[in-house]
């Protein structure tokens, strides 16, 4: 039973483009949630996807999007980066929305802009 | 609003002896509070949570958790730590009516042979 897994694993930008992030959720669980963790610092909560529609959103600017498929898997964009978008983003998915259940996370993308 | 607190930014402990990494929250209503641990360049691997019931939590590789409801407080602890225990250990809180996880800084934990 695979478990969370995002793409790449790591990813070198410059100030200006964008990048889009992928994860696929472990198997059974349908909702996704995003988060930014800095270096030194914990995961801070970007915005959570079920049935496909944001359905929370934490304090972070519309640069920040994302997309949730069908078959449950999530995307984060973020346009016009900045240097201070550099940070491991992380993918969560968990059972469902509002649920008590578990987030499980997976290893992150490490994203650099120069 | 909802907040984590981690007092510490490092536990420092021999190999053998307890081990306690101390979190306090603030949440309304009643709290689902969860304890993750991270490796070097690795994501958050789950170790327990507490949800409702008994206050005393057992999760994995030994770890137990209490939680003190009037102290708002949620411990994490290991009665024997491990050198393969240094690691950096998060405690989050998570409201019944919203999603989102709110995650403390974090606490390094080193255990020295």
């Known amino acids: 039973d695979a478990g969370v897994t995002q793409s790449p694993t790591h990813l070198i930008k410059t100030r200006g483009q964008q990048v889009t992030l992928r994860c696929s959720p472990k198997?059974?669980?349908?909702?996704v949630s995003w988060y930014q963790q800095a270096l030194g610092q914990g995961p801070q909560f970007i915005f959570q996807?079920?049935?496909?529609?944001?359905?929370q959103r934490g304090n972070f600017p519309d640069r920040f999007s994302g997309h949730q498929f069908p078959n449950y898997s999530s995307e984060l964009n973020v346009n016009a980066l900045l240097l201070g978008d550099s940070a491991l983003y992380l993918c969560?998915?968990?059972?469902?929305?509002?649920?008590?259940?578990?987030?499980?996370f997976g290893p992150g993308t490490r994203l650099t802009v120069l | 609003a909802q907040s984590v607190a981690q007092p510490e930014d490092q536990v420092k402990v021999a190999e053998g002896n307890p081990l306690t990494v101390k979190c306090t929250y603030s949440?309304?209503?009643?709290?689902?509070l969860f304890w993750y641990v991270q490796y070097p360049n690795r994501g958050l691997q789950f170790l327990l949570k507490?949800?409702?019931?008994?206050?005393l939590v057992k999760g994995s590789y030994g770890f137990e958790a209490e939680f003190n409801k009037s102290q708002t407080s949620f411990h994490l602890k290991k009665p024997s730590a491990l050198v393969s225990d240094s690691a950096l250990y998060f405690c989050?809180?998570?409201?019944?009516?919203?999603?989102?996880?709110?995650f403390g800084a974090g606490t390094q934990v080193v255990v020295t042979p």
């Open positions: 969560a998915s968990s059972g469902g929305f509002g649920s008590t259940d578990t987030q499980y």
């Open positions: 198997s059974g669980h349908d909702t």
């Open positions: 996807y079920y049935e496909e529609e944001e359905r």
């Open positions: 949440v309304s209503g009643n709290p689902y």
């Open positions: 507490y949800i409702t019931g008994d206050n």
């Open positions: 989050a809180v998570r409201g019944f009516s919203w999603g989102k996880f709110q």
